[in-house]
Every structure is written in structure tokens, then in C-alpha cells.
């Protein structure tokens, strides 16, 4: 199984014909309320390719902490995973004008009081599953412990260090497999003095933990990294892009699915670019992450 460090938000848009000025009550055209944040992507992409999924997700006591079960329903998720904290739910507002251009505030809210304690809670399923997913819109304390547990159980951990922030080098060491996109692969790189473009980056990454070091380069494709071997590289797949927003998070969970099922680097990557590619051409995210028979058809074409 693969287990699945949350992050579960709201977010809701509104779509207008210009983004409203400060004072302003503008009249919307449209408006949706939907679940996402990194950590339910995740869940649901890796759940959608067959593999069983357990985890833990904070939501609050408000009413989108109310309405979290039916989602997690909804999306094949066992609501056994949510943690209910006192105060918000992570929540999203946005706003969307006619020419697609957007303005967003995020607030992660219960997300941010994920702890080690819950993760204590969930230890069991923790030391049964492949793969540990772990990102970063929640703090790094149930991060280090989960990996921890993880590790000396025989398991191997994943994070994908987006929003970035800095990774602390106790979790850098208990990471199998580093996720990471340009941004990101940037940002490491200057963090450890690693002024050699992407594979000196990746091979200073290896050193300090992880067997995998797998960095997405949007339309590029994604490039994977191992100690003593040549870089496996994964062209993206020709696609009309239409919004991108999510794409890394399909990869991961594409790329996910195929280390879960032991497959090789290269298909793993394979899985993770045409994950990505599916997502990139329509809007929005979790509808679109695909299912085996989805991802097979698209593989096939
Ligand atoms: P992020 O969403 O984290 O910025 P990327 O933009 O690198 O991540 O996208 C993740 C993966 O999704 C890429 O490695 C690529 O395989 C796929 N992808 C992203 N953008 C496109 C695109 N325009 N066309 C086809 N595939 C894409």
C-alpha cells in the first residue's frame, strides 16, 4: 500500500468578468467549491492507478471539515484518514477573469497542526506500506517522524518538497526518492552550493539520502538521477496544454504507482510524464487524474 502524509484543502473560485477592485462586490459568472491540496491529489491519483491507499489528513471543525468524509467518499478515499482539529479547514479563495487571468489566497489552516502524535496514531499502517508520500503544505515534524517509521521498517519514503522550503538534512536522509520540479531543483541547488546545473544538483542530492532523485521539467519531460548509473530521461508527451496546474502532482503519483509495482526507472518516469500529460489538458486536477485503464489507453494510443 502506499501511505499518504495529507494535506486536504478547499478551494474555491469564483469566475468574473474582471477581478474585482479593492471596496468592490462584483456579480460572478460561476463559482465551485472543490477538494485538492498536494496530499489528496496524491491519494487519489495513486488510488485511481489500483493501489490501495492509507494516510492521515487534518481537516477542522468547520463546515468543510464537515463536508471532508463525503469527499473522501467520493473520491474512493476511506475517511478513517481524517484527523479533526479545533478551528479551519485548509481553504482556497480565488478569483478568475475572462482573460484567465487569477488571483488566489491560500490558507492551510489545520494542515499546519498535522503533528508527530497523529502520525504515532497511524504507526500500523505506517509499517506496512511501500511507499510513504510526503509533501510540504503540512510541517515537517509528522514528515521526520513518519519517515522514520517508515525506514526502519524496511519501507521507502517519497517527498516532494513543494510549496519548497528548505529540506532539513534529518529528512533529506531518510528520503528514498526526491521529487522535485524546476523550481524546486533550483532552489536545492543553491541551498547546498551546487553551482554545476541539474546533475551536479542531483548527484550532491544522492550523496545526502536518496537512491532516486527525479526532477520534472514541465513541456522538457522529467530526468531521474541514481548513484553510479547515466540519467534516465522521459520526453513529455505531446499534449494541448491547457492549464498545468496539478501536473507535478500527477507525476508523482504516476511515478509513484510504477516504483510501488517495481517497475523500471524508465517506466516509472513513462507513468509519471503521461500522468502529468493527462492532467495538463483540461482544467482543473482531481477529475482528471487518471485510472489503469485511462493511463494504459493513453499509452497505447
Ligand atoms: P509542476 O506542476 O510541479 O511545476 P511540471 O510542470 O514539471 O511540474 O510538470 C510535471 C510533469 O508533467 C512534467 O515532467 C511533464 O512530464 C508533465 N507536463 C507538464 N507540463 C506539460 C505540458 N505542457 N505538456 C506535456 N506534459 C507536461
Excluded at 174 to 195: D, F, W, Y
Excluded at 202 to 210: F, Q, T, V, W
Excluded at 243 to 266: W, Y
Excluded at 284 to 294: I, K, M, N, Q, S
Amino acid at each position: 500500500s502506499v501511505f499518504i502524509l495529507g494535506s486536504f484543502v478547499v478551494a474555491c473560485s469564483a469566475k468574473v468578468g474582471r477581478l474585482p477592485r479593492p471596496g468592490e462586490s462584483l456579480g460572478a459568472e460561476a463559482f465551485t467549491v472543490e477538494p485538492g491540496g498536494k496530499g489528496l491529489n496524491l491519494a487519489v491519483g495513486v488510488r485511481r492507478l489500483g493501489l490501495a491507499v492509507d494516510g492521515i489528513f487534518a481537516v477542522g471543525d468547520d463546515l468543510f471539515g464537515q463536508v471532508a468524509p463525503a469527499a473522501f467518499a467520493r473520491a474512493g478515499l476511506r475517511s478513517s484518514m481524517l484527523r479533526c482539529f479545533p478551528g479551519a479547514t485548509g481553504g482556497g479563495v480565488g478569483f478568475t477573469d475572462a482573460t484567465g487571468e487569477n488571483c488566489l489566497a491560500v490558507h492551510m489552516g489545520a494542515n499546519r497542526l498535522l503533528s508527530a502524535a497523529c502520525v504515532e496514531s497511524a504507526a500500523s499502517a505506517l509499517r506496512r506500506a511501500d511507499l510513504v508520500l510526503a509533501q510540504f503544505e503540512i510541517p515537517d515534524e509528522p514528515v521526520r517522524e513518519a519517515f522514520r517509521v517508515a525506514r526502519a521498517a524496511g519501507g521507502r519514503t517519497l517527498l516532494n518538497p513543494s510549496p519548497y522550503r528548505p529540506v532539513a538534512p534529518d529528512i533529506l536522509a531518510l528520503t528514498s526518492v526526491l521529487v522535485l520540479n524546476r523550481v524546486e531543483a533550483a532552489e536545492m541547488a543553491g541551498a547546498l552550493g551546487a553551482g554545476d546545473g541539474l546533475e551536479g544538483m542531483a548527484r550532491a542530492l544522492l550523496e545526502r539520502g536518496p537512491d532516486i532523485v527525479a526532477v520534472t521539467l514541465g513541456e522538457e519531460g522529467a530526468v531521474a538521477y541514481r548513484r553510479n548509473a547515466p540519467p534516465v530521461r522521459r520526453p513529455a508527451f505531446p499534449v494541448e496544454a491547457v492549464d498545468t496546474l496539478g501536473a507535478g502532482d500527477a507525476f508523482t503519483a504516476g511515478f509513484a504507482s510504477g516504483l510501488v509495482r517495481g517497475l523500471p526507472l524508465e517506466e516509472c518516469l513513462v507513468r509519471g510524464a503521461a500522468c502529468g500529460a493527462l492532467v495538463c489538458r483540461s482544467l482543473g486536477v482531481l477529475d482528471h487524474l487518471p485510472t489503469t485503464a485511462a493511463l494504459d489507453a493513453f499509452l497505447a494510443r
